[in-house]
């Protein structure tokens, strides 16, 4: 599977946007990409995933760029609760998936 | 939504004895499973992918014998880390999908402590 780069580290202030950029220059034309997040001490928890199309569901939205080679994940209106890991995987069909070292996204007050 | 359950969700046990952790797919069929083990403050790291009804394949570097899995049906999985020592001390999550080209499901994670 193609290989993500995500920021280190990132913050956003309660009640904004929370945007998460992704490279994933690699990805190959059938590579879904997807997004989890972990808040500490638990297992991850799916998000959204797409192809080429952008997504948007009750919890976010994954803006896909037209080649394909990034992508980025808005939370509309951060609360505290979504201080997080944030984790970018690309994946074909059933095959495995393989987390980075994600973005550690922390919403302050 | 599907859910994956993991049992116990946390557990200490001496070094030496074994430990099994349980993974089920609670309203789903999954012929895959996966096995994954997080240590403090770094990513998840994919052990094994755990297969019903034949052997399970191990990434490199993770002892077979050491993390036996078992996938005897099509709602779960089960790990045991044999002869624990205080070094397999970690957090061991499961994942299964429910489907082709679907989401993957984690359950809650296990954390395992050995003494």
């Known amino acids: 599977d193609a290989k993500t780069t995500q920021p280190t580290s990132m913050d956003c202030a309660e009640g904004r946007a929370a945007n998460l950029p992704c490279n994933h220059s690699?990805?190959?034309?059938?590579?879904?990409v997807y997004w989890y997040r972990q808040i500490h001490s638990q297992g991850p928890q799916y998000i959204i995933h797409?192809?080429?199309n952008n997504e948007t569901n009750e919890m976010a939205s994954l803006i896909i760029t037209e080649d394909r080679k990034s992508s980025t994940l808005i939370l509309p209106h951060a609360t505290l609760r979504d201080t997080a890991v944030y984790y970018c995987?690309?994946?074909?069909?059933?095959?495995?998936?393989?987390f980075g070292a994600g973005t550690r996204l922390t919403v302050k007050p | 939504g599907a859910v994956v359950s993991q049992h116990p969700s946390w557990v200490i046990c001496k070094s030496g004895t074994s430990v099994k952790i349980e993974c089920r797919s609670l309203?789903?069929?999954?012929?895959?499973m996966f096995w994954y083990r997080q240590f403090p403050k770094q990513s998840l790291m994919l052990m094994a992918t755990?297969?019903?009804?034949?052997?399970?394949?191990?990434e490199q570097g993770v002892e077979k014998d050491k993390f036996l899995i078992n996938h005897a049906s099509l709602t779960l999985s089960t790990l045991t880390v044999t002869s624990a020592h205080p070094e397999d001390s970690s957090f061991y999550i499961c994942?299964?999908?429910?489907?082709?080209?679907?989401?993957?499901?984690f359950g809650q994670g296990t954390r395992l402590t050995v003494v």
């Open positions: 994942s299964a999908f429910r489907g082709p080209g679907t989401e993957a499901f």
């Open positions: 690699t990805i190959s034309g059938n590579e879904y």
């Open positions: 797409g192809l080429k």
């Open positions: 995987i690309v994946r074909v069909g059933n095959n495995d998936m393989r």
């Open positions: 309203d789903f069929q999954a012929t895959t």
């Open positions: 755990s297969n019903e009804g034949s052997k399970a394949t191990y």
